[in-house]
């Protein structure tokens, strides 16, 4: 039903509330073309730099604002009530957020696969993965302080940071050679198909983007190599597996 008012003061207040979160949800959308544009024109190194500065900023002018207005202070840049919080709820919030993320990931592509059809959700799961890792590698990367190199040693540390590391259960193997094994031994999402009846996801295309682009994203001398990811068989104790290597002529 089209809403009357004709400007924002004419709002009910809970119009008024859904006005705000929609602006919120602006402010996110701007964020992200704003990268998207310096990407394309300057590439995803500069991107990054770029980006590494403008977040900062825009984080403390917006929370000191928000700040302001509920009555919180920032403590180094963080909401000293996120500070105040227990440990364990710490903690249960970065599950929380992994979730949230997860499933607006499945939002996304359920999106794209009711209104376009299989192929192209598939299509558009696999190009947002080849952005997404290296984003997130950079960001972790950002946030742990690692060096330009920083080995498999740096590769191992940074899988315990994913989004998905806060959702799924994992596990780093060392091999004899020096090379590590990543196994994914409980994935929320192929086991709640395994529930329902359903195959195995066949998402081995995007994983070989995700992996190999978050590897080399944390240092360009890892090569991946994949073990096993479905439509491939794999054994009862993991979904997917990835064989991590530094070149040694590097």
Known sequence: MENKAERPEDLSNEDLARFILDMFHRIAVHHTLWYMEVEHQMGMEKALKTMGSAVDQSREIQLAKLGKLFGFSLVDGIPEPLLRL??????????????????????????????????????????????????????????????????????????????????????????????????????????????????????????????GYFAEAIDPRITTECIGCPPDDHPEDWYCAWRFRLKKDQ
Not at 111 to 128: I, Q, Y
Not at 167 to 186: C, K, T, W, Y
């Open 86 to 211: 227990p440990r364990e709820n710490l903690m249960r919030l970065a599950d929380d957020v992994g979730k949230n993320w997860l499933a607006n990931d499945g939002v996304w592509f359920q999106a794209v696969e009711f209104a376009h059809g299989m192929n192209d959700a598939k299509r558009c799961n696999d190009s947002t993965w080849a952005r997404f890792s290296p984003f997130e590698a950079w960001s972790i990367r950002r946030l742990l302080g690692l060096p330009a190199y920083p080995g498999l040693e740096g590769l191992k540390k940074a899988l315990r940071f994913r989004m998905y590391a806060r959702v799924n259960v994992q596990s780093i193997l060392e091999e004899e050679d020096g090379s590590l094994v990543f196994q994914m031994n409980d994935c929320r999402v192929q086991s709640a198909r395994k529930r329902k009846g359903l195959p195995d996801y066949p998402c081995k295309s995007v994983g070989l983007v995700e992996y």
